[in-house]
């Protein structure tokens, strides 16, 4: 359950309702008991997983079966129990059947995945095709009003498919999660995705360190990431495992002949943006002076020469 404006608890049920397809209940600490929601098939079935609690104060949350097409949705719940279907999954371009619940952004937005991506239709016997889900599972974006993007389309087996859980947002601002299956040795990774869908597969399991992650992933102290595998590991029964974010930096070096050297650490052999102003308080005097390309060690530098007469500078790296 989540705890959500008015001092109320929020949660789902999976089944049961008068249809059988779930609910959408609150509780109060002292155990009073409200349904808020019936699912009907038609606005959505099956409500597996918890709700995330939206930047206007409304709840959001998926269903893996249900809606227009049968293949699940995305919802808004207010407080007094009004319910909007945002999205219909049709498995044709936005996915099949979520498998997780969605994650609130640092812009407002919501982030979600589907295990599937789209259907393909097998002819068993003449005049009789059924519909089974294919392809190896999206990351999507939607907003509060209902405006869908799908960022990625998890179609290199080598980076890891099939996932199954929702995202955790890191202490960067960007997504981390996991994949069942897929990967170098075929047993799931943990990857890193941004706002605008750039996906970086950060570690293979490779059984020795788990196998078949399903679960989220949770923030830790010192800001790594904690997690667990259901199987591999020692006796082949599942591991708990710590993952360490990269070391983000950005370092200052002042230099003769009026430059100065701005040292930067990411992820290796991606791109980031160097950032200046002389003025803090105003956001819009940020400049780009340019893009550094981090090598295998995740380090990167820049020359910044505009540096004269100046009292103050400041710098931020960012991805593009």
């Known amino acids: ?7 109320n608890f929020y949660g789902t049920t999976a089944s049961g309702g008068p249809n059988g397809d779930g609910t959408l209940f609150s509780v109060t600490t002292g155990g009073t008991l409200t349904t808020l929601t019936n699912f009907s098939g038609a606005n959505g079935a099956g409500p ?15 269903t893996q079966t249900g809606g227009s097409a049968g293949y699940g949705t995305v919802f808004r719940l207010t407080t007094n129990g009004t319910l909007t279907t945002l999205v219909n999954f049709n498995g044709t371009n936005n996915g099949v059947s979520p498998e997780a619940g969605l994650t ?28 089974l889900p294919s392809g ?15 960022l990625v389309d998890l179609d290199n087996y080598a980076a890891g498919i099939s996932p199954t859980a929702s995202l955790t947002l890191g202490p960067d601002g960007n997504f981390y999660g996991t994949t069942y299956t897929g990967g170098s040795t075929g047993v799931g990774t943990i990857f890193q995705v941004t706002t605008n869908g750039r996906l970086t597969t950060c570690v293979n399991f490779n059984n020795t360190n788990g196998a078949y992650p399903l679960a989220s992933l949770t923030v830790g102290p010192a800001n790594n990431l904690y997690g667990a595998a259901s199987s591999g590991g020692a006796g082949g029964n599942g591991t708990v495992f710590e993952f360490g974010l990269p070391p983000y ?24 943006r160097i950032w200046a102003t002389t003025n803090l308080a105003s956001p819009s005097s940020w400049q780009m002076l340019g893009t550094i390309i981090m090598d295998d060690d995740g380090l990167g530098q820049l020359l910044d020469t505009n540096t004269a007469d100046i009292p103050a500078k400041y710098y931020r790296l960012s991805y593009p």
């Open 249 to 272: 930096s950005i370092t200052l070096v002042g230099s003769g002949g009026g430059y100065y050297t701005v040292f930067a650490g990411s992820y290796p052999n991606t791109t980031n």
């Open 104 to 131: 609130l952004g640092p812009d407002g937005k919501l982030y979600g995945t589907t295990s599937a991506s789209y259907l393909l239709a097998y002819t068993v016997f003449p005049g009789f095709t059924i519909n």
């Open 48 to 62: 597996v997983f918890g709700l995330t609690l939206g930047p206007d104060g409304n709840f959001y949350g998926t």
């Open 136 to 150: 190896n599972g999206t990351i999507f974006q939607v907003t509060t009003s209902g405006t869908f993007t799908n």
């Open 1 to 7: 359950m989540i705890w959500g404006p008015g001092g």
